[in-house]
C-alpha cells in the first residue's frame, strides 16, 4: 500500500515472496516499514502529513513484488499504476485512486478484482469461463471471455473514468 508511487508484481522464481522497492521525496523519507503478520506480509509507503497534506514536494515509492505461485495479492495506490505480468496468483485484489491497472495472469485465477477511480482497467486470463463484473461510468467496456454469472471463477473490474477490458491472453 502506498500514498503515490508504481507497484509491479511479477512471478517469483521459487517459494518465496521479494520485495524491492525505490524512494524518492523532497522533505522527508515516506515510511515504508514490512510487517509479518504469520503468513501474511504487509508493506506499506506513507507520505509525511506535511507534503501529503500541503500538496507540494515529492513523496511516492514503487515497489516490485515477485510472488510465488497460490499467494493471495492485495495492493492498493493512492496515485500510481499497478502492473501484473505472468502472474500465477489465484487471488489477486488492485486498487488505485488514480492510475491504470494491467494484469496478466498465467492460469484461472479464482478472483480478480481491480478498481480505479481515474484509469484504465485491463486483465487478461486464460480462455474460459469466469463470472464478469466490468463497467466504466466513462469509456468502454469490452469483455472477451465468457461471462456466466454461474461460474465459479470471478473477475470484478471497475473504473469511474477509463477504458475496462477483459480479454483472454
Known amino acids: 500500500e502506498t500514498d503515490g508511487g508504481t507497484i509491479d508484481v511479477t512471478a517469483a522464481d521459487g517459494a518465496a515472496t521479494t520485495v524491492t522497492g525505490t524512494r524518492r521525496w523532497s ?3 515516506p515510511s515504508a516499514p ?19 497534506a500541503a500538496g507540494f514536494g515529492t513523496s ?10 497460490g499467494v ?14 505472468d502472474l500465477p ?5 488492485a486498487r488505485t485512486s488514480a492510475g491504470d491497472i494491467r494484469l496478466s495472469f498465467t492460469g484461472t485465477p ?17 480462455y474460459g469461463s469466469y463470472h464478469v463484473d466490468a463497467d466504466t461510468a466513462l469509456g468502454d467496456v469490452e469483455v472477451g471471455v ?16 477509463g477504458d475496462v477490458e477483459v480479454s483472454p491472453r
Not at 503468513?39 to 502529513?49: E, G, N, Y
Not at 500510481?80 to 505480468?85: A, H, K, L, P, R
Not at 478472483?111 to 481515474?118: D, E, L, R
Not at 465468457?146 to 473514468?161: G, K, M, N, Y
Request: contains cysteine.
Open 27 to 29: 522533505y522527508q523519507a
Open 146 to 161: 465468457v461471462s456466466d454469472p454461474r461460474a465459479p471463477r470471478l473477475i470484478d473490474v471497475h473504473t469511474s473514468a
Open 110 to 126: 479464482e478472483s480478480v478484482q481491480a478498481q480505479s477511480s481515474a484509469g484504465d482497467v485491463r486483465v487478461a486470463v486464460l
Open 34 to 52: 514490512p510487517v509479518r503478520d504469520g503468513d501474511r506480509l504487509t508493506i506499506s509507503a506513507r507520505c509525511p502529513k506535511i507534503e501529503h
Open 89 to 93: 496468483a489465484t487471488q489477486f485484489a
Open 72 to 85: 493471495e495479492v492485495q495492493v492498493t495506490t493512492s496515485a500510481g499504476t499497478i502492473t501484473g505480468s
Open 60 to 69: 511516492h515509492t514503487n515497489y516490485h513484488l515477485a510472488v510465488p505461485a
